[in-house]
């Protein structure tokens, strides 16, 4: 049985691989927290104290907290699991794969203010994608925030990939079952030329399609408190 709460116990990445390796050597801050995964629901998410993503921006070093816990749950039959650095959602998509929740050739919804295809340094081939080892290391110490859908598309996990972000993305709607990838930072204010209401019934009508979810609250890109404030709200 892929128990994904017992990969999650929380723990730290101290070396430059992942989402740690962004302006590492120039950085005091040398490590990041990937905190536990916990059963509950939305109500329990809670911004953590401990630092999940660190970098330089025009010679400042920026340190951002997390969440304090990721948490998987059920939502009206459909499993979700919410977590802050958005990779995480291959290593969930693989666990949703072995449960039967989805399959190969599934058309995937990415709600978010990044296209996040940039491919990564090295590929995962579709035997170590259904090694539960191999894709929860892959997730953490190759992969990185923004290079995390191309690997699943080219083991053939999703046939299309519909990329929502823009206004006249957000028009879009789905005919059939979906798996949705939500980013909260699609609420982030470089996105206000959408407006907020449009943002949050559209994302609630790809809720109802969807039979599998993943949510990033994006520590870099979003206040962490907005994002949890406004998942309340989608939920």
Do not use: C
Not at 83 to 90: G, P
Not at 205 to 213: L, N, P, R, T
Request: hydrophobic share 40%; net charge negative; glycine share 6%.
């Amino acid at each position: 049985m892929f128990n994904p709460e017992g990969f999650y116990p929380g723990f730290k990445i101290s070396n430059p691989v992942g989402n740690n390796a962004f302006s590492f050597e120039k950085r005091k801050k040398k490590e990041i927290h990937v905190p536990p995964l916990i059963k509950g629901t939305h109500a329990d998410l809670q911004i953590g104290d401990q630092i999940a993503f660190s970098e330089i921006v025009d010679g400042k070093e920026l340190n951002y907290p997390g969440l304090k816990n990721f948490i998987h749950f059920l939502h009206n039959q459909t499993e979700i699991f919410i977590f802050d650095n958005h990779n995480h959602a291959i290593f969930f998509w693989a666990y949703a794969l072995q449960k039967g929740l989805i399959d190969f050739g599934e058309n995937l919804v990415h709600v978010d203010q990044h296209t996040d295809m940039r491919g990564p340094d090295k590929w995962i081939s579709k035997n170590d994608f259904l090694d539960v080892q191999k894709i929860f290391d892959y997730t953490n110490y190759e992969l990185n925030v923004g290079n995390f859908i191309q690997p699943a598309i080219k083991i053939g996990l999703f046939d299309s990939v519909e990329i929502i972000d823009s206004s006249v993305s957000f028009e879009k709607s789905f005919e059939d079952e979906i798996v949705l990838d939500l980013d909260m930072d699609v609420f982030s204010s470089d996105m206000n030329y959408i407006p907020e209401q449009l943002k949050i019934e559209k994302i609630k009508e790809y809720i109802e399609q969807a039979k599998f979810i993943t949510i990033a609250t994006s520590p870099f890109f979003i206040d962490q408190q907005k994002a949890i404030n406004l998942i309340q709200i989608i939920l």
